[in-house]
């Protein structure tokens, strides 16, 4: 097993995504907030050439930025870039999907002011659930410092609501670190 850091969030779940999906074909994935592309290139790397995924972002700035990353690290084309905001993720699905990442906050390096808000990503979770294959899960790593935790707040108690029959969900937090450190969420269909 990789040697993977608890600690950093994203390499976390990149470490959850690559055991459970690693050697399946024909895998449908979607990075919710591309930003600077490196959650979509992992996905892509991990999807392979039959694979898919969709990246969005509602600034042009990171799909530009997932572009240039991608056409420089891939030998294939296996993604689709998408300018639109993750709420409207739904309209964008014509397949199941087996995985779906959120990143949110705000894009690094960039305009602090353009952030994720907890009602359109609630809005994006719920129009992906119907979506998601048996087994398929999706990744919700979430910040305090863009909102002081309004956010998390809203997609915690939307998360704690779900069927609990249909869906694990867990919620991982740091509890000795300071900062105010990420927290992350998973959903899990069971069907």
Aim: glycine share 6%; charged share 20%; net charge negative.
């Amino acid at each position: 097993m990789e040697d993977v850091k608890y600690g950093k969030l994203v390499n976390f779940v990149h470490m959850l995504i690559k055991q459970s999906y690693s050697g399946h074909e024909n895998l449908n994935f979607i990075d919710a907030t591309c930003g600077n592309g490196f959650d979509t290139l992992f996905l892509c790397r991990t999807a392979g050439e039959n694979g898919h995924v969709k990246a969005f972002d509602i600034q042009e700035q990171a799909i530009e930025r997932t572009r240039t990353l991608l056409s420089s690290n891939l030998d294939f084309v296996n993604y689709e870039l998408i300018m639109d905001s993750h709420e409207f993720i739904s309209n964008h699905l014509a397949c199941n999907i087996d995985a779906a990442i959120f990143n949110l906050g705000y894009l690094p390096f960039s305009d602090k002011t353009i952030t994720t808000k907890g009602d359109t990503t609630v809005k994006a979770v719920k129009g992906m659930i119907p979506y998601l294959n048996s087994g398929g899960r999706i990744f919700i790593t979430t910040y305090i410092t863009h909102d002081t935790g309004d956010e998390i707040k809203f997609i915690y108690n939307y998360l704690s609501s779900l069927d609990k029959s249909k869906y694990n969900v867990l919620h991982i937090n740091l509890i000795n670190k300071e900062n105010t450190p990420p927290e992350l969420f998973i959903i899990e269909n069971n069907a």
